[in-house]
């Protein structure tokens, strides 16, 4: 199976205020989109054990019209702390790039196309 960082045409994670990162996995294509848009790596119980924060911290939107999937989570500590280390965010999307991708389709009452339960 291909891995999250393979099949995305880019991924970058950023601050998204003091208390929140977030991660934009970017699609080169629609196909490729609506393959992998729902697949399980982007639940947020996967997320969250992944990054080490509460799954229900972690709010995963699916934006069709720009073919991205955004992952955003509430940061442990706020942005600048005395032990920051990653004050940016830039470098959290890092721990997801192995994760294997199965397609929507694979994915139990999942079907090709369905973003899936994605959390609003």
């Known amino acids: 199976m291909p891995k999250l960082g393979e099949v995305c045409h880019s991924v970058r994670s950023k601050n998204a205020g003091p208390f ?19 697949a399980s790596v982007f639940d947020p119980v996967l997320i969250g054990e992944r990054l080490g924060v509460d799954a229900a911290l972690v709010k995963v939107f699916s934006v069709p019209n720009l073919r991205v999937v955004k992952v955003s989570y509430a940061r442990s500590k706020p942005q600048g702390g ?8 830039g470098q959290q999307y890092v721990r997801l790039l192995d994760l294997e991708m199965s397609a929507s389709a694979d994915r139990a009452g999942g079907r090709q196309g369905d973003p899936g339960p994605l959390a609003a």
């Open 20 to 38: 929140w990162i977030t991660m934009d996995f970017s699609f080169g294509d629609q196909e490729s989109f609506d393959r992998y848009a729902g």
């Open 82 to 89: 005395m032990v920051e280390r990653d004050m940016h965010g």
